[in-house]
């Protein structure tokens, strides 16, 4: 029963919430047809995982009990406290839920736009995990976050393993370019 989408958005300030925010998503609409839900996403497929995560989420309706997010503002004020809640979890798990349906063993690199395939290529090397990337997929971003910090850290790693800036970016020069004239 606490495994279904129902269940999840059964409280008011998750389905006026992150819901509503969910369903203007890929993982709620795409070209392929296929809808990755609530628990698929937060709750672990293993039973043992699953055990952990229910009993960690008796705190979560401890704070819906007392009202600690029940109107937009405080949910608001706790947004940025929340994710990275989540996004700790999740890299300490190397994003388990996101790899039950996207792995980088299962990846055609060569399907991706450039900058994909070098970033996903750059992650696999770095040995980074879904969620370094790919915050804000499924939920509005916290006012807080600041996606340059990000950037800059890409930008670093990719100097590091010696990627040039035209190897990600296509309007960027490339010694390639030469070669045309």
Known sequence: ??????????????????????????????????????????VPRNWMHKVVRKVRATNELYQWAIGSIDTPEKFKSKRHELARHVWKGMRETDSRECRNC??????????????????????????ETCIDCHQGIAHTLPEEFDR?????VLHHNAEQQGIACYECHEEVYSPADDEEW
Request: overall charge negative.
């Open 148 to 152: 340059e910090v990000g950037i800059d």
């Open 102 to 127: 996207h792995d980088f063993d299962h990846m055609s690199f060569k399907d991706q736009t450039l900058i994909a395939k070098k970033t996903h290529e750059l992650g696999v090397i770095l040995g």
């Open 1 to 42: 029963m606490t495994n279904t989408e129902s269940f999840c958005i059964s409280c008011h300030e998750m389905e006026q919430y992150v819901y509503r925010e969910y369903k203007t998503t890929i993982h709620y609409s795409n070209a392929t047809g296929v809808r990755a839900t609530c628990p698929e996403c937060h």
